[in-house]
């Protein structure tokens, strides 16, 4: 079987795009999914995302992690895809889309980057080692001094396989805030079991972390990580954050075709 596909990435989070609105992959092949995302025997990505039609917006987003299996909301995906829908003329500059987590908006920036809204998050829940919310998908935020110095792949896979995360699984950031609108943020990713260069929804946690540490009604974060640079901008509305947008690139890397035994 041959499969068509774009590769896209965002600020080093990379994806295999595939245009699925005839619903030709089959995306219960979990197995399939893997050893497209497999770096050594693939194509190579963090994730897999099916663009698929939609009755209650422009289009459908399906996301899987790069172990086959699906997945919950994915930030630098989300912007991805936007770009992708565009390429395609399925949406213009602005859409609506749905996710896992529900529906979103989009618009591409003149710029070409993209400014995604997120969904809708509750305050940080005061945990153990740190901050835990969900973002569209679960995070732990970890504050620490000095980020260069932590083994982000060993302490992230201890705080995820902690027997409270274990069957879920949960995203473990770790944030420095470096001024008032800055921060850097590393993130090891469940599904990929390990650090990937940048998190949209972990970056989106740090945000509202910090927002939350400094009792900020309304914030904008420049954030780096290691792919590059995110910027978030939220409101708090008494308990919980809403407006919560994350903006950043969106880049098609290259596309192709490749052959698959089913």
Not at 152 to 177: C, D, W
Not at 191 to 198: D, M
């Amino acid at each position: 079987m041959t499969i068509s596909f774009v590769k896209y990435q965002g600020t080093g989070n990379d994806f295999i795009l595939i245009d699925n609105r005839t619903r030709h992959f089959n995306s219960k092949n979990i197995d399939l999914i893997k050893q497209l995302c497999d770096r050594r025997f693939g194509i190579g990505a963090d994730g897999l995302i099916l663009l698929e039609k939609s009755d209650q917006a422009d289009f459908l987003m399906v996301y899987f992690n790069s172990d086959g299996k699906p997945s919950t909301m994915c930030g630098n995906g989300g912007r991805c895809i936007v770009a992708f829908a565009n390429s395609l003329g399925v949406i213009e500059n602005r859409c609506t889309f749905i996710a896992p987590d529900g529906k979103h908006q989009a618009e591409i920036l003149p710029n070409s980057e993209v400014r995604l809204e997120m969904s809708k998050a509750n305050m940080p829940k005061v945990v153990a080692p740190g901050y835990e919310l969900n973002t569209g998908s679960p995070h732990l935020v970890v504050k620490e001094k000095n980020i260069s110095t932590i083994n982000v792949n060993e302490k992230g896979a201890y705080f995820r396989n902690e027997p409270a995360y274990e069957a879920e699984g949960i995203n473990v950031n770790f944030m420095q805030q470096t001024d008032e609108n800055e921060l850097i943020v590393r993130t090891y990713e469940r599904g990929v079991e390990a650090e990937t260069y940048s998190c949209g929804t972990g970056v989106t946690a740090c945000a509202i972390t910090a927002a939350f540490l400094a009792n900020r009604q309304v914030a904008k974060y420049t954030i780096r990580t290691l792919g590059g640079t995110l910027q978030v901008e939220l409101e708090r509305f008494n308990t919980e954050y809403r407006n919560v947008w994350l903006q950043g690139p969106a880049t098609r890397v290259f596309e192709g075709e490749i052959e698959v035994e089913l």
